[in-house]
Every structure is written in structure tokens, then in C-alpha cells.
């Protein structure tokens, strides 16, 4: 394994999301985990934008991240938006950096171009599975001559760069809360580092960007661990000095089920919309992982970012995973909005729920369906509900029972998710979901406008999902799928 002496240098660490959709609030439990370990030691704080992916990218998710970042005070020291020496921080600007050091691995062996196609691969992991085997690369072309790979690009065949794992022995890497790991290289697949389409993988892109831009530890998820040894590799394979690896255990529903979307809501967005602080929610992540020690002298819970600066330590962070309860959350956020002056309280209503940009999208929705100022509420109450549970009558559509209405309902759900966040794609995708399941669009709008408003009669559907959100509405949508089994259950 190679020596490792980033200790003595000033610190550099970096978080690096993927703009593929809303901010996720393990982005924000990394940085500020991150931001901490750099304020703490002098060092520097960087975001860079992994957008290499682009079947997934997002256009507006980029600012988002940054919106999202900074309403909870992590700011950083270099990123795509304030520059700083070892720009550009957005991958797709650095595609020729990684072409150059993909080639420099091939010159050296360390890498192979792989011409396989995808049926070619496709029957091969079919076959690993009907003989049990785990699924992974055959290494058909890692042995390729020289004359049938000069073949292969004189007939302009497309390939994949590949990383050479050696087929014998062991890599080994010291994780700073876990102590020393090692891998067999049996179980460490040839890894695709370049794609066909010239991008980078996660893996090359990591590992150069982390070395260019002087990252002297990675504190990542514990999900990267078994990425580990094929970035150790690589850092071996250029003869780089490797960083100090940290990583960090996953945050976990009540359930200890690894977090998701269709258990709790994971946007920042969804609570940023939603009327969190965000000194609760910096609070709230601070006390994951067990870093944050508890103050003896008044057991209390709450604490700053100032405050978690002087006292969070990362050699008492906890393996076991850190559970995300929204019921501590808002118990944590009351606390938070109780602290408020009367002023600040209203200032508080005034850029959220009652912000002049959230009124003013609704105002016209409804401006057409009143007849006097006073049933604005009636109209539009459910804008600012944190729940609506709408009774069976008003859901439930004819000849339809409650089962095969929750299961639609959840292919609603998947389909929301996907869909970009505009009132042609949301129909699109709606009228989608109705003609494969074989619901009349009636039914299917009916049932939609009852989750997310609570009536029958509303101000436009589609409209007011735009104006309420991606991750509110969806949060809506999981929420009466969840109550609803609760209550069937409890009638069994």
C-alpha cells in the first residue's frame, strides 16, 4: 500500500454532487461533515460538480445544489461559481484532462480499450447468472494483440477504456474510522474509466480530478468503500500519493433501511419549501454519526454551527448508521422557531409560505374561482398545509377498490419522480401511466387532485403542482400512500 503523508499538508477536501435532480440531504450531511474538518484545521473547502452523467443531468439542479448549500452557511473556498486556482470544477469542462490521463494508463498497461458491445455483454452476465456467478467483466479483450486491436479502431469499432486489475493478490487502504481494509482482486471488477462517448467514469474522474486539485482527504458515504481499492489502484498505477480516506456511515430511515425518497423526503428543497430553518437542519445533521458530543452541563440537543466548530470530533463518529428521524426534526425545528423574536417569526412566514414570488404565482390560480377576498383560504388552504388526508369519498373512484387504487397511485408516484417539474411533462406523464394501467383520465386526475389538494374541486391541477413544487408534491403523493395503508392495516 502506498505511504501516506497528506496529514502534514494543509488540509483540502471537497464534496462533489451530481446535478441529476433536487439537492439530496446526504449531499448536504457530507459537506457539512467536509466544511467541519476544513474550518476546523485551516484548510480549504471545495465544490466541485460531478456532471459527467449526462442521460441524468438536470439543467436547473447545478444552482439548486448551490442554493441549497448556502441557505444552510456552507459555503465554500473554491467551486465552479467562485473559481479558485484548480478550475474548472465542473467535469464536463474537463473531459480532455481525463482523454489525457485515460491515454497515459493505456501507454503504461494499467488500461485496456474493451470492444465489446452491449449484447455481447448482456449474454455474458446472463451466463455469470445462470451459473451463479457474480456478475462482471470476462476480460474478453483485455488480451487482445496488437494487430486485432489496430483492426478493431481501423474499422472504427466504438470501445470503453478498462481498468487493468491485476488478477493476483490483494489491495489494501486505511479508512480512518475503520482502520486497515483489504479487497481480493477477485472481487474487484475490470472497471469502465472511459466511456464511449469520450466521458469519464466516477472512478477516473474522482481520482484525477482529487489528485489535480490537491484533496488531501476524501470524506465520502461508507457506500464508496468497496470503490476504494480500484481508486487506490489508480492512484498506484500513475504514481500519485493517495489521500486519506474517511468514510462516513449512511443515513438511515427509522427502519435502518438506507434513506430514501419513497420512505422520507430527501430534497433540501422539500424542507427548505417546507419551512425548516436552516440552523435546525445543520443541527439535525450535525447530530448524526455521534461527532457532536452532548453538552453535560445543560443535556441540550441544540447547538450552532459555531458551536459544532469548537466541539464536533471525527474520532468519535459512530459506525453504526445514523437514523433520520423526521419526528426529532421537527421537534428540533419547533425549538428553532421558538427562539425567534415575534419579528423574526414573521420575517420567517414572509420568505416562505408568505413570500410575495409564492403568493404572486398563486394569487392568478385562484383570482378567476372567488367572488370575495375571504374565500382565498377555502380556495387555497391547501398551499399551506404540512398534511391533507382526503376521506375515501372524495379519493376513491368508482368501481375502483382501495388496492388497485394504492397500486396506481404508486405508479403515479414513480412516474411524478421522473417527470421534469412543468405542467406539459407532468400531463404527459400522468396520461402516460393512465393508458398503461388503464385508467380513464378522469379517474386518474380525480385521484391526483384529491392527494394533493384534498377536494374535488380545486384551482388548476397542474398549475398548482408547479406553483407547490416537485418535492412537496411528491412528498404528498408518498405521505397519502403511507396513511392509507396504515389505516387499511388497522381495519384488518
Known amino acids: 500500500m502506498t505511504s501516506n503523508s497528506s496529514t502534514a499538508k494543509t488540509p483540502r477536501v471537497r464534496i462533489a454532487p451530481s446535478p441529476t435532480g433536487d439537492p439530496h440531504v446526504g449531499t448536504a450531511y457530507i459537506g457539512l461533515l467536509n466544511f467541519l474538518y476544513a474550518r476546523q484545521r485551516g484548510g480549504q473547502f471545495i465544490l466541485r460538480i460531478e456532471d459527467t452523467d449526462r442521460a441524468r443531468f438536470v439543467e436547473t439542479s447545478e444552482q439548486m445544489i448551490f442554493d441549497s448549500l448556502r441557505w444552510l452557511g456552507l459555503n465554500w473556498d473554491e467551486g465552479p461559481d467562485v473559481g479558485g486556482p484548480h478550475g474548472p470544477y465542473r467535469q464536463s469542462e474537463r473531459t480532455e484532462i481525463y482523454r489525457k490521463h485515460s491515454d497515459e494508463l493505456l501507454a503504461s498497461g494499467a488500461a485496456y480499450r474493451c470492444f465489446c458491445t452491449a449484447e455481447e455483454l448482456e449474454a455474458q452476465r446472463k451466463a455469470q447468472m445462470a451459473a451463479k456467478q457474480p456478475p462482471r467483466y470476462a476480460r474478453t479483450c483485455r488480451f487482445l494483440t496488437r494487430e486485432q486491436i489496430d483492426e478493431n479502431l481501423a474499422a472504427g469499432k466504438p470501445y470503453v477504456v478498462r481498468m487493468a486489475v491485476p488478477i493476483e493478490g490483494a489491495t489494501s487502504f486505511r479508512d480512518e474510522l475503520r482502520g486497515e481494509i483489504t479487497f481480493d482482486h477477485n472481487n474487484v471488477d475490470d472497471q469502465v474509466l472511459l466511456k464511449s462517448d469520450g466521458f469519464p467514469t466516477y472512478h477516473l474522474a474522482n481520482v484525477v480530478d482529487d489528485h489535480l486539485m490537491g484533496v488531501t482527504d476524501v470524506i465520502r458515504a461508507e457506500e464508496w468503500i468497496s470503490s476504494t481499492p480500484k481508486h487506490v489502484l489508480l492512484y498506484q498505477a500513475f504514481g500519485w500519493e493517495q489521500p486519506q480516506f474517511w468514510h462516513m456511515p449512511l443515513l438511515r430511515n427509522t427502519d435502518k433501511s438506507k434513506i430514501s425518497k419513497r420512505k422520507n423526503p430527501v430534497s433540501l428543497t422539500y424542507y427548505q419549501q417546507s419551512g425548516y430553518t436552516p440552523r435546525a437542519m445543520v443541527n439535525f445533521l450535525g447530530l448524526m454519526g455521534g461527532g457532536m458530543p452532548q453538552n453535560t452541563e445543560t443535556n441540550s440537543e441544540v447547538f450552532s454551527l459555531e458551536e459544532m466548530l469548537q466541539r464536533f470530533n471525527f474520532q468519535s463518529i459512530s459506525l453504526g448508521g445514523p437514523v433520520f428521524d423526521l419526528i426529532k426534526l421537527k421537534w428540533l425545528n419547533g425549538e428553532y422557531l421558538r427562539l425567534l423574536s415575534a419579528d423574526e ?142 389505516l387499511s392495516s388497522a381495519k384488518k
Open 345 to 486: 417569526f414573521l420575517q420567517a412566514l414572509r420568505t416562505t409560505l408568505f413570500s410575495d414570488e409564492y403568493l404572486g404565482q398563486i394569487a392568478p390560480l385562484v383570482q378567476t374561482r372567488i367572488e370575495t377576498l375571504s374565500q382565498f383560504g377555502d380556495m387555497a388552504d391547501f398551499f399551506f398545509r404540512d398534511d391533507v388526508v382526503p376521506p375515501t369519498e372524495v379519493f376513491l373512484p368508482k368501481k375502483r377498490t382501495l388496492e388497485e387504487t394504492l397500486a396506481f397511485t404508486g405508479d403515479v408516484l414513480t412516474a411524478l419522480e421522473s417527470a421534469n417539474w412543468t405542467t406539459e411533462t407532468i400531463d404527459a406523464a400522468l396520461r402516460q401511466v393512465g393508458t398503461d394501467k388503464g385508467w380513464s383520465v378522469k379517474e386518474n386526475f380525480m385521484l391526483l387532485r384529491a392527494i394533493i389538494t384534498g377536494k374535488t374541486a380545486s384551482p388548476p391541477l397542474l398549475e398548482s403542482m408547479v406553483v407547490f413544487g416537485k418535492a412537496r408534491s411528491i412528498d404528498r403523493v408518498r405521505r397519502f400512500i403511507a396513511t392509507q395503508k396504515k
